[in-house]
């Protein structure tokens, strides 16, 4: 059985009392099993088996500590660990990556701290960048996602579970019967950015959608916390997972966020003629060499390819919702 993307194991932890926290297993090194783990606080912990009680640790920075403990689960004998912890909720992104990058670092290893701590030093640079809040584009981004996910949500068309931008999937949202990929527009917008050759290519025979959401700022615009809280009021969901797997957090102050007002929504069905950059359009050897992709598209290109202009009926059309 395949595991669940790491942002939505998060969640499913908790805190089983003051003192101490629920375990998930990631992976074996040679010497034990890591660990994933929550807090009370709502912190995230990394736990990797350390032999070495004398072992040199970095300075903390950005929300990033690390310290050598000693850890007891169920009977289990005591086992000293590395307990890493980000306990800054706009670095749970790239915490996420961090640890992924742990997990394929320390398999089999017969010093996995070592390694963890060395994965630890590559990724300072990111976490400094991390302590930042969303800018307007991010939150532009986030915006109009939410706002598909909204209308889904009302129509009955799909749930918390279709939205899989959040874990870095190529499409926003995957539903039975399409996928949709959500860019959002600013007033001066002339171009989108697409990132990788996936993004604007088909899952097997499951059409795409391309939706571009217009956004205006304004003063007495919806800030993305307001529209958050006003779905998980409205519907009763958790939007915990994916806004985790985003780091996204509600601001500290007001003055972080931007408020923005909905425009019109279109729809353009990605389909021959649609300029758009795949794996499919390049010989065989120059996809395999090929790293990372991003590409602009010209927001004029795209203009002749809409069909649908209303998000009621872009989300009723695209989940066959009569």
């Not at 993307?5 to 990631?26: C, F, I, M, Q, S």
Request: aromatic share 4%; proline share 8%; net charge negative.
């Amino acid at each position: 059985m395949t595991a669940a993307p790491l942002g939505e194991r998060w969640p499913v932890l908790g805190a089983t009392d003051a003192a101490r926290y629920e375990a998930l297993r990631l992976t074996s090194s040679a010497i034990g099993d890591l660990l994933i783990a929550v807090d009370p606080s709502g912190s995230r912990h990394l736990l990797v088996p350390a032999e070495r009680a004398d072992l040199p640790l970095p300075a903390p920075s950005a929300g990033l500590t690390m310290l050598l403990s000693v850890q007891k689960w169920g009977d289990a004998p005591p086992v000293r660990m590395l307990d890493v912890t980000c306990a800054l909720p706009t670095a749970f992104r790239e915490f996420d990556l961090l640890v992924q990058d742990v997990e394929g670092a320390v398999e089999g290893q017969t010093d996995p701290a070592a390694r963890t701590i060395m994965a630890i030093q590559r990724w300072r640079l990111l976490f400094e960048r991390a302590k930042r809040p969303f800018d307007m584009t991010e939150q532009m981004g986030l915006f109009a996602e939410l706002l598909v996910l909204e209308s889904l949500l009302e129509q009955g068309a799909g749930d918390v579970g279709a939205w899989r931008g959040p874990y870095r999937e190529p499409h926003d949202f995957e539903l039975a019967t399409r996928s949709l990929e959500v860019k959002a527009l600013g007033p001066e917008s002339e171009t989108i950015e697409i990132h990788g050759l996936a993004q604007l290519d088909t899952a097997g025979d499951k059409p795409l959608d391309l939706l571009l959401i217009d956004l205006a700022p304004t003063t007495d615009g919806v800030h993305v916390s307001d529209l958050v809280a006003r779905i998980t009021t409205t519907f009763g969901v958790d939007l915990s997972a994916p806004l985790s797997a985003l780091g996204w957090a509600p601001p500290e102050s007001e003055a972080a966020e931007v408020g923005l007002q909905a425009g019109p929504s279109r729809r353009i069905r990605v389909r021959a003629g649609v300029p758009r950059l795949v794996a499919a359009a390049l010989p065989s050897p120059t996809v395999d060499a090929i790293a990372r992709v991003r590409y602009s598209l010209s927001v004029t290109a795209l203009l002749p390819f809409i069909d649908l202009n209303d998000l009621v009926s872009i989300v009723r059309d695209a989940s066959n919702v009569d």
